[in-house]
């Protein structure tokens, strides 16, 4: 019998809430790709994040960032909140500076996110195992299950993107001419709250964009690695 049967069939016999295993559609591993429309490398990022979304065990998002934006183009999707986001990362990962296109797995690993082989191995090898809560999301609520307390409290986000391919005509910059696919584009990103381990639910604001898609994450505090995650 493998570790994660045993470990289902220990929980439901003692009637616990069931841990978040990653790499499954229930619990997928979360990949997030910081670009910028105006970067001349973030094409094959997209790209790679186009075709990784499409796995069922992965939660791809793309977040725009803005220091691109004086360099002759704007970036139609970027925000200063995503910017602040990977600094958040690059302060965990003791990195000196930001760049594009950069990927962070599960927030404890960052790739270069033109190189597909290696966030696939980033995704092996950062896998959350069974370190955080069960996450259950309905239209209006979140729920997390208890589990074993973080050693600071989690910050709890809701996510919504676009699940759908947006193309963007670029006319200015480095890409400029060129029309770039988009896809799983976070347009919005609103901490909830805590968790620090018992059960807890949380209110999920009114979406005034019904095309958006909805996800959690459960992170170990501003550039922390994700304990949980889940799509509404």
């Known amino acids: ?3 994660r049967l045993c470990t289902i069939l220990t929980f439901a016999a003692l009637g616990l809430s069931m841990p978040a295993f990653a790499g499954d ?13 105006g970067c001349s490398s973030c094409p ?7 075709d990784l979304s499409k796995r069922p065990d992965i939660l791809a998002l793309s977040f725009g960032v803005t220091y691109w934006d004086q ?14 986001r990977q600094w958040d990362y690059a302060r965990a990962l003791h990195h000196s500076e930001v760049w594009t296109p950069q990927v962070i797995v599960n927030g404890r690993a960052d790739v270069v996110g033109t190189e597909k082989g290696e966030i696939e191995a980033a995704i092996t090898h950062a896998d959350r195992g069974l370190a955080g809560p069960a996450v259950a999301i309905t239209p209006t609520t979140v ?19 676009d699940p759908r391919i947006v193309q963007v005509a670029i006319r200015r910059g480095e890409n400029g ?5 988009h896809k799983n584009v976070v347009r919005e990103l609103v901490k909830l709250g805590v968790w620090t381990g018992p059960a807890q639910s949380y209110a999920i604001p009114t979406n005034g964009e019904p095309d958006l898609a909805t996800a959690v994450l459960i992170q170990a505090g501003p550039g922390g690695a994700v304990l949980a995650a889940a799509r509404g």
């Open 177 to 181: 001419g060129r029309t770039l696919p």
């Open 1 to 3: 019998m493998n570790a």
């Open 25 to 37: 559609a229930q619990h997928p591993a979360v990949v997030e790709l910081f670009q910028s429309q």
């Open 44 to 50: 094959p990022a997209n790209a790679n994040v186009i």
């Open 71 to 84: 360099l002759g183009w704007k970036d139609t999707f970027g925000s200063p909140q995503y910017t602040a």
């Open 143 to 161: 729920s997390i299950g208890a589990a074993a307390a973080p050693d600071r409290p989690a910050d709890v986000w809701l996510v919504r993107y």
